[in-house]
T-cell receptor, first 112, second 112 residues
């Protein structure tokens, strides 16, 4: 079993839709949860970074962590064509100090 | 600049040649990572540095791959006797000891 499971998509939505991107993980020691956005032919860009359970909001983006069910989500409100990218979840025990775990990434397309 | 930089951005080489890829991390970041990403695939961990030491080099795919880091800053990934299967985007990331990782733009390697 992989430590992190993420549906690779592709996911296609109309502009303005609410997007839900999800990951499940198996390691109960994970306590740092990051989301990266990767545009085509670019390096991953840190989008959200949370510690432990709960919600964190940043503009149109909300990261949600449920440690009891080992389930993490990224919600995008009022999605825009510029949100079209691959989104990678990265739950980890630490943010540094060892190799990091990443999901395979979900490819999102927002259609105008 | 304030971000992670990598050079060259693109490298085309012939099978059997050696290549060197360079990463300049964010100033003050003690941790440095190398990943590889093949077309349409997730991130493949290669090696992790803490300062100039590499406590985890378990991801290097063969003894043709080596990496070093000097002065706790710049890192070089060397691939000897390149093969076509080495073609990929090579990504470098760095982090502070207590923070998330930030990625560079990557080096796109094509082995003919």
């Amino acid at each position: 079993q992989k430590e992190v499971e993420q549906d690779p998509g592709p996911l296609s939505v109309p502009e303005g839709a609410i997007v839900s991107l999800n990951c499940t993980y198996s390691n109960s020691a994970f306590q740092y949860f990051m989301w990266y956005r990767q545009y085509s032919r670019k390096g991953p860009e840190l989008l959200m970074y949370t510690y432990s359970s709960g919600n964190k909001e940043d503009g149109r983006f909300t990261a949600q962590v449920d440690k009891s069910s080992k389930y993490i989500s990224l919600f995008i409100r009022d999605s825009q064509p510029s949100d079209s990218a691959t989104y990678l979840c990265a739950p980890n025990v630490e943010t540094s100090g060892s190799r990091l775990t990443f999901g395979e990434g979900t490819q999102l397309t927002v259609n105008p | 600049g304030a971000g992670v930089s990598q050079s060259p951005s693109n490298k085309v080489t012939e099978k059997g040649k050696d290549v060197e890829l360079r990463c300049d991390p964010i100033s003050g970041h003690t941790a440095l990572y190398w990943y590889r990403q093949s077309l349409g695939q997730g991130l493949e961990f290669l090696i992790y540095f803490q300062g100039n030491s590499a406590p985890d080099k378990s991801g290097l795919p063969s003894d043709r791959f080596s990496a070093e880091r000097t002065g706790g800053s710049v890192s070089t990934l060397t691939i000897q006797r390149t093969q076509q299967e080495d073609s990929a985007v090579y990504l470098c990331a760095s982090s502070h000891w207590s923070g998330p990782s930030f990625f560079g733009p990557g080096t796109r390697l094509t082995v003919l």
